[in-house]
């Protein structure tokens, strides 16, 4: 076995190899050196190795992500469903019918989506929890009062869009599924800076952006903000370029699934 033209016609199929090896890249480099001197058992077990920390991530790690997005989505469709249903919340014959109605039918295509792909992988979707969008009390009027309607949607969508970037490592191994779970992102991106444009209108103090750890709405949602404020990006101290309140507009944050759940926590029963 010539171990060299191994590693060469791996590298020809994906040229980013070592750059999933990270650490490892020197050591690899040299294993690909050693040559015949290498002892033909070892090969497999230190190939078996290489491609576990370069592909480690399983179809059973790619459907516990899924169902872990799934539980957002079936948050988000619910609010929407029923914020869409609720007589009198949103403001007849305005644009906004239309626009809450987009976004529940965008979250109510990604839950089917995501059911889809993890049946496809041979995993089973989770079951829909049972909700509380009033979080224990904290927005008793969630479903009367528009503007509470709105801010909790603001906090959904922000959470939703760096709950996707948080896991999105997860899913690297699976072009097809982090780019689908990428295209979720972008979505809950643009219906988070829409519902803030929304809010804007009607008289919040808020950018279609996140600013620093700023919610605009109050301390009941600031764990989804709390972060946010950081002004370095792969060690370099964007303030150096642009103002502090620039520098963290620029990015999002990404959350922990501890984190998220966390945040969502209230909402479940």
């Known amino acids: 076995m010539n171990l060299h033209n ?18 490892r890249r020197s050591a690899m480099r040299s294993f690909a050196k050693i040559g015949g001197k290498l002892a033909l058992a070892a090969v497999p077990i230190a190939l078996g190795s ?6 480690g991530q399983t179809s059973n790690t790619i ?9 957002l989505e079936y948050l988000e469709s619910e609010f929407y469903i029923m914020g869409v249903s609720a007589p009198g919340l949103i403001p007849a014959g305005t644009p906004a019918v239309g626009a809450i109605t987009t976004i529940r039918d965008h979250e109510v295509a990604h839950v089917a989506f995501l059911k889809t792909a993890i049946t496809s992988l041979g995993g089973s979707p989770v079951a829909k929890p049972t909700f509380d969008f009033t ?3 904290a927005f008793a009027n969630v479903f009367t009062n528009y503007d ?6 603001q906090t959904f969508e922000d959470t939703g869009v760096r709950a996707y970037k948080g896991r999105a490592g997860d899913l690297m191994s699976n072009n097809d599924v982090l780019t689908a779970a990428l295209q979720i992102h972008a979505v809950e991106a643009r219906h988070a800076s829409h519902v803030r444009q929304m809010r804007k209108a009607r008289g919040a103090n808020v950018k279609p952006w996140i600013t620093g750890k700023e919610s605009g709405i109050g301390a009941a949602v600031q764990a989804s903000y709390n972060g946010e404020e950081l002004t370095t990006q792969a060690t370099v101290d964007i303030t ?14 990404p959350l922990t699934a501890d984190q998220v ?6 909402f479940i029963k």
């Open 135 to 137: 979080a224990g009390g």
């Open 148 to 153: 509470t309607f709105l801010a909790v949607s």
């Open 50 to 55: 290489m491609f576990k920390k370069a592909y």
């Open 6 to 23: 191994v590693l060469a016609e791996i590298e020809k199929t994906d040229p980013e190899i070592y750059g999933r090896l990270d650490s």
């Open 63 to 71: 459907v516990g992500v899924l169902n872990y997005a799934l539980t």
């Open 261 to 266: 759940l966390a945040i969502v926590g209230p």
């Open 240 to 253: 150096k370029f642009v103002s502090a309140n620039a520098a963290t507009e620029a990015f999002d944050e």
